[in-house]
């Protein structure tokens, strides 16, 4: 167990061997900055000021050689080797409203959502619970470093976390997740963590964007829209893009919820329609920022925008919240790149 | 009708450097560019990053998280990956104090 002082102030807290700086620090409750968890981001860099440490993951993408000359690190990945005085602002947008903890999950169901996208369905060994919309990190046996996965269900008690996900090709964690790993079989969980939750007290209408892997955190938030008191009479709006037919899902999973039709409309898309059998797909085709903007034209600044999926379609919605001129603090996803 | 808001004194902010002015629920960077004074948000619209900590260039400061930039005066976006304007304040100098009116 180590001791991590911030520079300026008698704030600190501690840190388990195992476990790296900005998780021990948000299981404090403090607002240290933060986006994706696992070293891509660089939204987590601190300046070391006093002490030792190394990073958990050798390649992290976000750490630069500049990092390196101002001792910067990624408290994502750093372990503490001695106790650290380290410079960090925080930043209250970053506050955990649940503290995220380790546990166990054992897996009890999968269920196949599309030909690339599963559901895996974790008991918790210790509750832990988490808003709509929130991301855990997964620690599978065989497969070095965790990996960060939404959950798609939602929760009053903690005692379940369900998580869709999509294949990667040759992708080590998907691939012992899809292939090897058995019901029954326990895994790492961490969590909950991410700032893309579900808003309650926010007064407009919601638009879901959803593309791949992107499912699973914005079926959390529909569900949670739908048992929510205080967003009743609150539309809901998801749009759901994929290549082709057979990569569209999540309509049985809204069908359950309240309104579906009336208050909750889906809007599935999409983008590369078979140019042979043209009348196959009888709904939108296109990408889900384009329908989006078409659908919604300027009333986009009404409405609370929550996305997520690969990088080039938060790319894109980026740009149409720019280009619209949305209010940013209305606008919530990841930035898992 | 718009409010004055004093942030420094011109002294505290050094040619070609930027300082960090927190009032209210404002965290702002002032900037001085040739003697001339310039206010805009502090925290970077992209991720977590302090533009007054970052490098300047001209009329330009990067951000030194994630090498995104900005246009001092304008708060137009230079540099990805930042990609929403950061907000400018009017910016006023009288009796050797920076003053911004919001």
């Known amino acids: 167990m180590k001791q991590i002082t911030l520079t300026g102030g008698n704030t600190s807290f501690t840190c388990e061997d195992d476990d790296t700086i900005l998780r021990a620090a948000l299981r404090a409750g403090l607002a240290f900055p933060y986006e994706c968890n696992v070293g891509s981001c660089g939204n987590c860099r601190f300046e070391l000021v006093e002490g030792e440490v190394e990073h958990e993951r050798k390649d992290s993408p976000a750490y630069t050689e500049r ?12 372990n503490p080797h001695s ?12 506050k ?58 939602i929760t009053t008690d903690g005692k379940e976390w369900h998580f869709q996900i999509k294949k990667v090709p040759n992708g080590a964690a998907t691939g012992a997740l899809f292939d090897r790993i058995k019901v029954g079989e326990t895994i790492g969980l961490d969590g909950p963590y991410g700032m893309a939750y579900l808003r309650e007290d926010a007064p407009r209408d919601i638009l879901c964007l959803a593309g791949g892997s992107g499912l699973s955190p914005m079926v959390s938030i529909s569900r949670g829209w739908a048992a929510s008191k205080k967003l009743k009479g609150r539309h809901l709006h998801f749009i759901y893009g994929g290549r082709a037919a057979r990569d569209i899902c ?10 579906f039709g009336t208050e909750l409309h889906y809007h599935p898309a999409i983008s590369m329609p078979d140019p042979d059998a043209p009348d196959a797909w009888p709904g939108l ?6 329908i989006a903007g078409n659908m919604f034209g300027d009333k986009l600044r009404d409405m609370e925008i929550y996305f997520a999926g690969p990088p080039a379609m938060a790319e894109a919605v980026m740009r149409l919240v720019v280009e619209k001129k949305i209010p940013p603090s209305q606008v919530h996803y990841d930035q898992f790149y | 009708m718009s409010e004055r808001i004093e942030l420094c004194k011109t002294s505290d902010v050094d040619e070609g450097t930027a300082i960090k002015v927190e009032t209210g629920d404002l965290a702002l960077a002032v900037f001085n560019l040739n003697g001339a004074f310039y206010v805009i948000d502090d925290l970077c619209t992209h991720g ?5 900590e970052g490098p300047i260039c001209g009329d330009v400061v990067e951000c030194d998280f994630h090498n995104g930039s900005f246009n001092i005066k304008t708060g137009e976006v230079v540099d990805p990956p930042c990609m ?3 907000k400018t304040y009017v910016t006023k100098v009288e009796n050797d104090s920076v003053f911004i009116e919001v």
Not at chain 1, 115 to 120: A, K, L, Q, V
Request: charged share 25%.
């Open chain 1, 67 to 78: 990092d390196k000359q101002r001792k910067r690190w990624l408290g994502c990945q750093a």
């Open chain 1, 83 to 94: 106790d650290c005085t380290i410079k960090v602002t925080l930043r209250d947008h970053y």
């Open chain 1, 96 to 153: 955990p409203l649940i503290l995220p903890k380790k546990t166990q999950g054992k897996l009890t169901e999968i269920l196949d959502h599309t030909h690339d996208i599963r559901e895996f369905r974790f008991t918790l060994s210790e509750p832990v619970k988490f808003i709509p919309g929130q991301y855990a990190l997964l620690s599978v046996p065989g497969v070095e470093g965790a990996r960060a996965y939404s959950m798609g269900n």
């Open chain 1, 250 to 259: 999540g309509e049985p999973m809204l069908r359950e919820l309240r309104g």
């Open chain 1, 285 to 290: 085709t296109g990408f889900v920022h384009d």
């Open chain 2, 48 to 52: 977590p990053g302090s533009l007054s």
């Open chain 2, 84 to 86: 929403i304007p950061v």
